[in-house]
């Protein structure tokens, strides 16, 4: 199968810390690529290179064969290209159902004055948006939450509710950063199936995540970072032998330690 | 669905209010209250564009009063001094002030951070100076005076209780654009980039775009108001457009409860008549006026309107009887 993202040599520098140093990875449809290390490896500001929120000093990202460094992050959704946020970034004052439909803004066509007079054009819309929206809330078993306000749920249905708003518009590949970060047994075995559920579907998964025992069950390829760096690459049962990577493992534990 | 649902208690909302509007000048024959009902309509339009910015964007303007003022200036001088057509100026005046609010917004809008209240600030000031100054155009500090009245249908509306029709007419259907909007995936965007610019980028939101947009609607609002407010009184003076008005506007919003459409209409329909019926205080009537002010916002931090839905709910009347369409989605 043909890569869908490939990510070379992305470097950025914050002062005088390198935040990526070289990061070089891909991601195929219809496969999870976890992205792994330690707190501060570079894990977020490689999603956000790819994502368009952050330029890095350099580097590449190729989404499907094209060269998408330096488009602003608002144009990746229409490429089919989305992501969730470590720290959820809700639209708490709006409601679940208002919170996906903005996932859909990239489809909309009208503009301010077509809002404004509510064109027949815009209300088909719109009806398009809700119902869209709904349907991908029920997949993710957010229907009977529709109407709630968002910022007020618990927050494992506002985690679900991230992959809701970057699922709607039907990406071929999504960054999700940390998506069972805070998540409870059970909230992460849901988030698990469903992340498995995505994959069948065949979209691309570049999974960030600090839980070592999904990261192994769910995903097809493990990158392992350390320091903006590209330490390990590989299918899990393979990189969880890597010498660097054990030696980065204290004791074993879900967690990385400090990296060699 | 939920989007119809809002839609139909916002028109439950209007209907009330059209009756109430409509029942008015059979009670209120009075030449002065009509004009202060006059005067609350025009703010309600200012306000009502200004809660779009403030409300959905988050933005704070401190220029509106720039922007009624150049409405009204640009309809008086085109009316007054050159004999141009009173709607036929009006358009001409809208178009000014939108390209007024372009220039002052695009370049402040693309800044990260709260650079537009300083902007805007400095642009009613400017303003304020120019409509001094440039006497030759605007009268100086004088004002300008002559400035005919508007007519509909053959009916020059010169009279409080004529005007009344219009003004009022203007504030109700100005709301309907504004409803329309916050219902919108427009409206939907702006409040989702207010929250978090990176998540609504994420979703294909142009956020510095939409923001200038979202600007430059609510300066068209303001240009309205003002240039219906020239037809009416006849005459325009500096004075008006200072930026204590532009306080004013916003405290309007502010009152009245910040993203809800009714609660700049209750806001401005509160604050507009008050400092009249506090003259009875004579030369306390300032201070009682800032005491109002800051009481509200201390007891009543979320607004009127916001406290009001917040009552009804907690009686489990819900938005049925208040007609809510506060941005606030209550579960
Ligand atoms: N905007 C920024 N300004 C300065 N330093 C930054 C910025 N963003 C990231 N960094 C630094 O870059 C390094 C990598 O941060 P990043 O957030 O990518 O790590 P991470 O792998 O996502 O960590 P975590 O597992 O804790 O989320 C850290 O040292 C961080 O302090
Ligand atoms: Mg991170």
New binding site residues.
Partial sequence: MSELLQVSGLT?A??G????DGLTFSARAGEITALI????????????CVSGH?RPDAGQVLFNGRDILGLPARAMTGLGLTRTF?HLRMFGRMNVLENVMVGLHGTARAGFTAAMLRFPSLRREERRMAEKAMDTLSFLGLADLAGRTAGALPYGDQKRLALARALVSEPRLMLL??PVAGLNTAETGTMGRLILALREKGLALVL?E?DMSLVMRVSDRVVV?CS?AKIADGPPQEVQRHPEVVAAYLGGGKEFGLCA | MNLTVQARRFMAGLLPLILLVGLTPLVVTNAYYLNVLNVTALNVLVVTGLNLLIGCAGQISLGHAAFFGIGAYVSAILTATYGVNPWLALVAAALATALCALAVGAPTLRLKGNYLVMATLGFNIIVNVLLIQWDDLTGGSGGLTGVPPLVLFGLPLDTDYRFFWLAWGAALIGLLPARNLLHSHVGRALRALHDSPAAAASCGVPIEGYKIKVFVVSAVYASVAGSLYAHYFGIVTPRTFDIFKSVELVTMCLVGGIGSLWGGLFGASFLTPLPQLLHVFEEHQDIIFGAVLLLLLIFLPQGLVGRLEEALARRGIGGAVMPGDSLEERP
């Fill in positions: 950025i914050y002062g810390v390198k935040a990526l290390g330690p707190n501060g490896a570079g894990k977020t500001t490689a999603i956000n952050t470590q950063d940390e960030v600090h970072m903006g």
